[in-house]
C-alpha cells in the first residue's frame, strides 16, 4: 500500500514538472512573438508572419523583422538558456544559494578583453566583442581554477580577487583612454541585445548548445558532489572530473552569453531558485527548467525594456536587474530560498 502511494506520488510530481515545463514553453512562444511585434516601431502581428512566411527584401518592416526582431529574439532566448544552465551548475559546485557566473571571474575577464580590443585595436563591431569577450572569459575562469582548484570556498575566494584585479586593470585602461572608447565600453557593459544580428547568434548558439549538452550530462554527478565530497565519493562520482567538466561547461556558456549581452544581473543567480521551486533540486529536471525560467526572464526584460520607455528603450541588463532584483528580495524575505 505505501509502496504504491509512494508510486502514485511520484507520477503526480513528475505530470506537474511536464505541465510546468509545457506552460514554459507555451509562454516563451507567445513572448518570442511579442518580442518580433514591438519595439520603436509596432507592428502588426500579420505584418510579422508576412515576414517569415513570405519575405519581401523591399519592404522595411519586413526587413526590420528579419534583420533585426527575430535574431535579437533568439539571441535572448540563447543567452538565458546559457545564463541558467551556468547558474544551476555555479550552485551546486559551490554548494552556495548565492553563486552565479559572475563569482568565477567572467564577467571581468570578458570586460577587460573587450576593454583591451577597443584600444589596442580599435574592435568597435559587435561580433568582434563577441570574440574577444569569449577568449577572456575562457582565460579568466581557467586562472580562477588554477588557482582554487576543487574546493568551493578556495573556487569562490579566487574568483572574487580575480574579479577585483581584472575590473581594476579595466579601470585603469579606460581612465587612460579617450571619450570614444569608455562610449563603446559603456554600451556593451550595461548589457544590451540591441544591434545584434545572426553574425552574433550563430557563435552564441553553437557555445550554449555545446555548453548545454555538457552541463546535462553531468546531471546525475551533480546530484551527488551537491551532498559534499565524502557522499559524493559514496554515490561514485568523481569530483576532480565532476569539477573540471563542470568549470568547462561555466565558462563555455557564460562566458558567450557574457560576451554576446554584457554582464546580465540577477538572471543566473534567480532562475535556478524559481526552478527549485517548482520542479525540485533533481538536476536532470532542475537544469532544463533553470534554462527555461532564464530565457523567459531575459525575454520579458528586453521586451519591456521596449515598451516602458517607448520610442527609446532601456538595456535588458538594466530591466533584467529591475525585475530580478526586487524578485530575488522578496523570495529571501519569505524564507523560500531553496536549500541545495
Known sequence: MLAEMAMQGGSAHRSRQRIALLAGLVLL???ALVSCCVGTRTLPLSVTWQAVQAFDPGNSDHLLVRLLRIPRTLIAIVVG???GAAGAVMQALTRNPLADPGLLGINAGAATAITVAV???GITDVTGYLWCGLIGAALAGAGVYLLGGVDPVRLVLAGVALTVVLQALTQVILLNSDEAVYDQFRHWSVGSLQGRGMAVFWPVA???LLGSALALSLARPLDAVVLGEDLGHAL???PL???SLAMLAVVVLAGAATAAA????FVGLAAPHVARRIVGPAHRVLMPASMLIAALLLLAADVLGRVIAWPSEIGVGIM??????????????QRRIAHL
Open 241 to 243: 572530473r565532476v569539477w
Open 119 to 121: 584600444v589596442a585595436f
Open 81 to 83: 538558456v546559457a545564463l
Open 236 to 238: 561514485g562520482a568523481h
Open 206 to 208: 553553437v557555445a550554449t
Open 262 to 265: 554584457g554582464p546580465l544581473a
Open 320 to 333: 533584467a536587474a529591475l525585475i530580478g532584483g526586487p524578485c530575488f528580495v522578496a523570495l529571501a524575505r
Open 29 to 31: 512562444a507567445v513572448l
